[in-house]
C-alpha cells in the first residue's frame, strides 16, 4: 500500500542578509494510512519548519525550497501550484499550529473562524456548518459550547484557544493531521484527554497523524515511528520500539536520558552538554560532533552515511556500535 505521506530529501533554507539558514537539510520519512510518526528534537532542530514548508506556509522568500519532493495523494507539495495547496491545506490536510495564542483572528468570533473550513471545503450551509463546529467544540471539552462560538479569542485562556485550534482541524475530518506541540497550554488532565481523542478519531476515521513534540512520554504512548531531529538533519528513524529500548545514535539515547521516568530511581538527569550549533557556520561533518561524549575522528568532517538495521530502523552515526 502506497504511503498517505512520502517525504524525500526535503532541503528548506532560509536565505538572509547575515547569511543561509540551513534549517531543513535533507530530511526524509514516508507515513502509512492510521500511523502516527512522532518527531523529537531539541528546539530550532527543524521539526516545525519541515512540516509548515511541505504545506507551503512560509513565504519564498527567504525560504527557498533547494531540492525534494513530498507527495500527498499523487500531488508533490513541494510543486503544487497555490490553488492546489489550498484545496488540500485545511481540507485533507489539517495542522495544530504550536502558538494558540497568535493562531486565531482576534477581529473575527470563535464560530465564524470554525465554520469557514467546512463552508470552504464541505459546501455545507452555514446552518450545517455550524451545528458540526459546535460538536467540535463539544468533543476537545469546551462547556457551553454554543456559547463559545459566539466568544472572540481574547475571552478564552490559552488552553481554550489551544482546544479551539484543535476542533479547528478536526472538524473537515481531514486525512492526515499535523500537531505541532497541540497540549503544550493544558493542563495533564485535558491533555490526557486530548490525545484520548486524537487516538479515538484515528481509529474511527484512519487518520494519519505527525506529532510534533518535547515530550518523550506522549511520543511513546502515541507514535507508531519516531523520527529524531537535530539542526536540520535526520539522525535516527524507526519504530517506537527501536528508538526507544534499541536508540543507536548518541543524540537518541542523550535525549532519553535527560528525560524523567517513573519506572526507574536516579538521581539528577544528566543534561546535554553544550549548545546546538549555528545553522548558518556548519560544517561538513556531524553537528552534533562538539556536544557527542563518544565522537570519532571522522564526525568532524564528514557527515555519516545512513546504517539500517532491523526493518526500516535508520541511523545517522559513524560508530559501528553504541557503547552501553
Known amino acids: ?26 530530511i526524509g520519512f514516508s507515513l502509512e494510512k492510521g500511523e502516527t510518526l512522532g518527531i523529537v528534537g531539541e528546539s530550532g532542530s527543524g521539526k516545525s519548519v519541515t512540516q509548515l514548508s511541505i504545506l507551503g506556509l512560509l513565504p519564498t522568500p527567504p525560504l527557498k525550497i533547494e531540492s525534494g519532493e513530498a507527495f500527498f495523494g499523487g500531488l508533490d507539495l513541494l510543486k503544487a501550484s497555490p490553488a492546489e ?3 488540500v491545506r485545511g481540507n485533507k490536510i489539517s495542522m495544530i499550529f504550536q502558538e494558540p495564542m497568535t493562531s ?3 477581529y473575527l468570533k470563535i464560530g465564524t473562524q470554525l465554520i469557514e473550513p467546512l463552508t470552504r471545503h464541505r459546501n455545507l450551509t452555514k446552518k450545517e456548518a455550524w451545528a458540526k463546529a459546535v460538536v467540535s467544540l463539544e468533543k476537545v471539552g469546551i462547556a457551553d459550547a454554543e456559547s463559545a462560538m459566539n466568544s472572540y479569542p481574547h475571552e478564552f485562556s490559552g488552553g481554550m484557544r489551544q482546544r479551539v485550534m484543535i476542533a479547528m482541524a478536526l472538524t473537515t475530518d481531514p486525512e492526515l493531521l499535523i500537531a505541532d506541540e497541540p497540549t503544550t497550554a493544558l493542563d495533564v488532565t485535558v491533555q490526557a484527554q486530548i490525545l484520548d481523542l486524537l487516538k479515538a478519531l484515528q481509529k474511527e476515521t484512519g487518520m494519519a497523524i505527525i506529532l510534533i513534540t518535547h515530550d518523550l512520554g506522549v511520543v511513546a504512548g502515541m507514535s507508531d515511528r519516531v523520527l529524531v531531529m537535530y539542526a536540520g538533519k535526520a539522525f535516527e528513524y524507526g519504530t517506537t520500539e527501536d528508538i526507544f529500548y534499541r536508540s543507536q545514535h548518541p543524540y537518541t539515547s542523550a535525549l532519553l536520558r535527560s528525560t524523567p521516568r517513573l519506572d526507574t530511581e536516579v538521581g539528577s538527569l544528566p543534561p546535554i552538554g553544550g549548545s546546538p550549533p549555528d545553522l548558518m557556520r556548519l560544517t561538513g561533518g556531524c553537528p552534533f560532533f562538539e556536544r557527542c561524549t563518544v565522537r570519532v ?11 539500517t538495521f532491523a526493518d526500516s530502523h535508520r541511523s545517522y552515526c559513524h560508530l559501528k556500535e553504541l557503547p552501553q
Not at 575522528?297 to 546504517?307: G, R
Open 85 to 87: 495547496l489550498r484545496s
Open 104 to 106: 486565531l483572528n482576534p
Open 1 to 26: 500500500m502506497a504511503p498517505i505521506l512520502d517525504v524525500r530529501n526535503l532541503k528548506a533554507h532560509f536565505h538572509t542578509r547575515r547569511g543561509v539558514v540551513r534549517a531543513v537539510d535533507g
Open 297 to 307: 575522528n571522522d564526525c568532524k568532517e564528514i557527515f555519516p552515511e545512513v546504517k
